[in-house]
């Protein structure tokens, strides 16, 4: 492939982006679960246009995504199992949720390179967050996507370290609990503490099951405290969504109450050499898009954590795009 071919298989890469999102809205995967269908009985099944999803799928086959066969029937893949609700490593609700608003604020990318501003903001008129807030379906996608993500990388995160030297683990926007939760099943000496604002704690409530005797649920916001008392602390996934001086806020909230030999745990994708190969630094874009944050090398959170008073003692990798960053305090 030519330079310029290549240029403009890049450039035309939402293509497949939104064909993905669609059949991930439709429901496609979930209605060949039991075996190929002809076109006309899945387009009545998942309320489309018979002749516009054969082309989408016709396309996304030529990719691996599908199958198809004989008579204009479409079969599942190894690669479009996880676009199945049922799926245990399951990306359906992470495509619809790149695929909805996140996508929209793209379009806008070019005002966000020349001054900096995050386009998400400006075309909706708030933050991600607070539209969220706002908008409980386009909210219960994005939490459901979170928990796919989670689901995904939480058997690695809690292999990569060792618990067993902790008495009390607090996850801070622990969210539905499911990194504390594999953490208390794995060491039954250890309690926990779920420390987030409300929908997450509601959530957790109902996902924690027979743990939940050993986990302590919090309601509280990380920019104004941190549950006292714990002497790990684990921050997944929530640095990479705040500028510099919201992560400096949050991690001193916790440096003021965590145990005197406590660590902190940030689980984050780490950016890495220049012209190296990284989905990190295609993330980054996204948060530079999408919310005020950014991921980060290991040399900037080392310094996030020198100005909240603490130091960087190790960090461990993973069998997940995630490392863990331990800091200690100063």
Known sequence: MSPSEALMRMGTGYWV?????????LGVADRLAKGPQEIEDLAALCGADPEALYRTLRALASIGVFREEPGRKFALTPQAEPMRSDAPDSVRQFLMMVGEEQFDAWVDFLETVRTGRTAFDRLFGKSVFDYYERQPASAAVFHGAMEELTGLSVDALVDAYDFSGHRRVADVGGGHGRVLAKVLARH???????????????????????????C????????REAPEGADGYILKNILHDWHD??????????RRVMDP???????????????APSFAKWLDLHMLTVVKGRERTEGEYASLF??????????LPTASPFAILEAVPA
């Not at 409300?198 to 743990?211: D, H, N, Q, T, Y």
């Not at 001086?245 to 916790?254: A, E, Q, R, T």
């Open 245 to 254: 001086d919201g992560c400096v806020s949050i991690l001193s909230n916790i």
């Open 188 to 214: 039954p000496h250890v309690e926990g503490v779920l420390f987030d604002r409300m929908p997450g704690i509601e959530a957790a409530r109902k996902s924690l099951g027979e743990l939940a005797h050993r």
């Open 306 to 315: 020198e100005q909240a008073g603490l130091k960087l003692s190790r960090v």
């Open 17 to 25: 982006a939104k064909a993905l999102y669609a059949a991930a809205r």
């Open 216 to 223: 302590k649920l919090v309601v509280g916001d990380f920019f």
């Open 261 to 275: 030999g406590g660590r902190v745990l940030v689980m984050e994708n780490l950016i890495g050499e220049a012209n």
